[in-house]
C-alpha cells in the first residue's frame, strides 16, 4: 500500500517561495500511478492545485506560471515549486497518488503539510 509523506510546508512572506515534498513508498514511475497536489482552506472544499501523470502536467488557474510540478522517479518523490506565494494560497496541501489497476482507480492520502502566507 502507497503511503505518500509531505513535507516542506511552513511560513513565508508574500511574494516567497516554498517547495513541497511528496514522498510515495513506492515507485512514481509507472504509467499508471499520477499524483496531484490538493490545498484546502477551512470551511472550503479540497481543490485541485497540480497533478502530473507521465510527461504532462496540469495546474489550476490560479497557480499558473508560480507553481510548478515535478518529479524524481530514482527518489519516488513528487515536488511542487511554489513561486510568488500570495495569501490566498495559504492552506493544508495535501498529496494524493492515484493508481490506475484493472480498470480501478485507487487513491492515497497523505497527511498534508501546512503552508501559511503572511501578507
Known amino acids: 500500500q502507497v503511503q505518500p509523506v509531505e513535507s516542506g510546508g511552513g511560513l513565508v512572506q508574500a511574494g516567497g517561495s516554498l517547495r513541497l515534498s511528496c514522498a510515495a513508498s513506492?515507485?512514481?514511475?509507472?504509467?499508471?500511478?499520477?499524483v496531484d497536489w490538493y490545498r484546502q482552506t477551512p470551511g472550503k472544499q479540497r481543490e485541485l492545485v497540480a497533478g502530473?501523470?507521465?510527461?504532462?502536467?496540469n495546474y489550476a488557474d490560479s497557480v499558473k506560471g508560480r507553481f510548478i510540478i515535478s518529479r524524481d522517479n530514482a527518489e519516488n518523490t513528487v515536488y511542487l515549486q511554489m513561486n510568488n506565494l500570495k495569501p490566498e494560497d495559504a492552506g493544508v496541501y495535501y498529496c494524493?497518488?492515484?493508481?490506475?489497476?484493472?480498470?480501478?482507480?485507487?487513491?492515497?492520502w497523505g497527511q498534508g503539510t501546512q503552508v501559511t502566507v503572511s501578507s
Open positions: 502530473i501523470s507521465g510527461d504532462s502536467t
Open positions: 513506492e515507485s512514481i514511475s509507472r504509467t499508471n500511478v499520477m
Open positions: 494524493n497518488v492515484v493508481i490506475g489497476s484493472f480498470g480501478k482507480l485507487y487513491n492515497y
